[in-house]
């Protein structure tokens, strides 16, 4: 080979390894230049514990079936999860028997009432009769004397007849009184026992008209309205109560939550326990919400661990129940939530995000950017939560980066400047 082509072959492989160095640099510079970073913030910083759960009204009232009617239907609801006043109609049953009952009572308490006050009449007439066969008799007695008393001046035999007359008559008028007596207590316990009949079937068309005025269920106060599952076809199969169901006496229909007792019922592990108490303070955030935050506090947490089977395996937690302060007019029972609850506050303290975080020889560090390059900065972690971390070692408006930036091979750390 000639010297010429030696130095044109020299050449080329300059050339093509400075471009691999270029390329190189290329790729690396843009790789620290395209780290996601974050500014350090200072300001006070809350010690939070997250739990989630879900909405719940502290009080509550339901809706029952009446107790003493029995295989109702139900003909209208009010439409579910409908916000509700006090006084209004929620649910509607079937009055037609009730109704044909009413009527039926209706007409044994006239016929009971006629036949009573045709008893009375009947009662006074023979009162009346009585009283003058009593008169009867009496004139009959005062005559019968008068005509014994002529003993001294008619024949014996004449004076035996009106002795014997005497007798009769003051005999007829015994029986008299004693009819009278048994006719006057015979009217008055028949009286007495159709006024027993006329008042029972009295009774029976209130308790009728009770009936019928159950009918309908109004709301005992404002909030909203939800029913309960029917269990009549299995508990498989249980839905709602809904138009056209049939109801047992007694059966719980619907709950009525007051809304102004609202209160948040999130789990809270074992572990955090005993880092919160009745009163701490608390932010609670509403999934179907996630622009609202609505603070809170503690009202009260369970004395002991309560299990769940709504994930297998079953666990067991304690259960705190936080109170809304100002609780959205949107919101509901039922919503799920999380909840902040705030452990301790810092006035003055610089956070990062979690992300911006590392380890660097096994202590706790950040890649503060300075300029084109990201330094690495030890710190100290003052307190810690699941997306934000309290730390000093650096001032607060630091650029960090979130990702940890390539190394050099010489040891340096190298960074496009935005500039």
Same mark, same amino acid.
Request: aromatic share 4%; hydrophobic share 40%.
């Given at each position: ?59 509550? $009232? ?36 009730? &109704?044909? &009952?009413? #009527?039926?009572? #209706? ?69 008299? &009184? ?24 009295? $009774? ?76 701490? $303070? ?12 609505? $603070? ?46 705030? &452990? ?10 979690? #992300? ?12 503060? #950017? ?50």
């Amino acid at each position: 080979m000639s010297i010429r082509g030696v130095v044109r072959s020299f050449v080329l492989l300059l050339v093509l390894v400075g471009s691999g160095m270029a390329i190189r640099e290329f790729r690396k510079t843009k790789q620290v230049s395209d780290l996601p970073v974050a500014a350090a913030h200072r300001g006070e910083f809350l010690v939070l514990i997250r739990c989630r759960g879900q909405l719940q009204a502290h009080h509550s $009232r339901q809706l029952s079936a009446p107790l003493d009617i029995s295989d109702l239907q139900i003909v209208w609801l009010a439409p579910a999860g409908s916000e509700i006043k006090k006084g209004q109609a929620l649910i509607r049953f079937d009055p037609s028997r009730t &109704e044909q &009952e009413l #009527k039926d009572r #209706k007409s044994i308490l006239d016929q009971a009432q006629s036949t009573l006050e045709q008893v009375i009449a009947l009662s006074r007439i023979t009162e009346d009769q009585d009283k003058l066969d009593l008169s009867t008799a009496r004139y009959n007695v005062e005559r019968a004397k008068l005509e014994a008393s002529k003993q001294a001046i008619v024949s014996k035999i004449q004076g035996e007849e009106s002795r014997i007359d005497l007798g009769l008559a003051e005999q007829r008028l015994r029986v008299q &009184e004693a009819a009278m007596v048994t006719h006057r207590t015979a009217y008055e316990s028949r009286i007495s026992a159709l006024e027993r009949a006329r008042d029972n079937a009295q $009774r029976l068309i209130e308790l009728a008209q009770s009936h019928l005025a159950l009918m309908e269920l109004k709301s005992p106060l404002n909030g909203v309205i939800n029913f309960m599952p029917n269990y009549s076809q299995g508990s498989l199969n249980a839905q709602p109560f809904k138009v056209g169901d049939h109801v047992a006496a007694g059966q719980i229909l619907a709950e009525i939550p007051e809304m102004s007792t609202l209160e948040m019922d999130s789990k809270v592990e074992e572990a955090d326990r005993g880092r919160i108490a009745p009163g701490t $303070r608390a932010l609670v955030h509403v999934d179907a919400f996630p622009e609202k935050v609505v $603070r809170a506090h503690i009202a009260s947490i369970t004395p002991l661990t309560e299990q769940s089977f709504n994930e297998w395996p079953p666990t067991r937690s304690f259960r705190a129940y936080a109170a809304l302060e100002n609780p959205d007019p949107r919101m509901r029972p039922g919503m799920n939530a999380a909840v902040d609850f705030i &452990e301790k506050r810092i006035a003055d303290a610089v956070s990062i995000p979690t #992300k911006a975080l590392f380890t660097i020889t096994g202590k706790p560090a950040v890649y503060v #950017k300075d300029g084109a390059k990201y330094l690495p900065t030890f710190v100290q972690v003052s307190a810690r939560n699941l997306d934000e971390v309290a730390v000093t070692g650096i001032a607060g408006g630091t650029i960090v980066a979130l990702a940890e930036p390539p190394k050099d091979p010489n040891g340096g750390l190298q960074a496009k400047d935005p500039k």
